[in-house]
């Protein structure tokens, strides 16, 4: 009944050198199965946590149920003075907005609005005292929505990404790999 499980990226024995894996097939299985969040932890240098200053989280979204709790997974990771930055990549042809994005923003800005109080939701106020925006970021040529992503967090020096895992992929007869989530891991 855990909350959340924090794994590392590659195992105890490291990346193995003859290997096309990328990261170990125990953490492949949690974030494909698990039935909880799943922190996994690529750095291994102390001194790359956010102790003693405010943690900056990119939360990757969409419209699906997916990217809504990794978004509340983001909130309930974070404490008072972090950053959260909610991104929606947007088509790199996409040059008025569709009624997706439209959606999208009204949602997202809806909910930013709420955590400053704005609209009477006290269970999103207890989260104002951390700054949180969304953006949308159009995607750069021959760039993938992941790539898109990892430039993002890149730009703003972020610590942690935070991503969905759509398990109805499953349910509908897709396979678990292939999804953008998994290609911003790979990132």
Known sequence: NADFMCMGFFGRKG???????????????????????????QNEEVEALPIGRPTIFVVSVSLNQAATKAFIDALRLSKPGDEIHVVYIKSYMERTESDYTDALRQKYNGIVESLQGEHNQEVLAKFGDRVARF?????????????????????????????????MRVDRGKPFLGSVSLQICLE
């Open 135 to 167: 953006q949308l970021v159009a995607k750069q040529m021959r760039e993938t929505t992941s790539m898109a992503v990892c430039r993002y967090a890149d730009e703003v020096d972020a610590d942690f990404i935070i991503v969905g895992t759509n398990t």
């Open 15 to 41: 990346r193995k050198k003859r290997s096309k894996q990328i990261m170990a097939s125990n953490v492949m299985e949690v974030m494909q199965r698990g039935k909880c969040s799943t922190i996994v932890m």
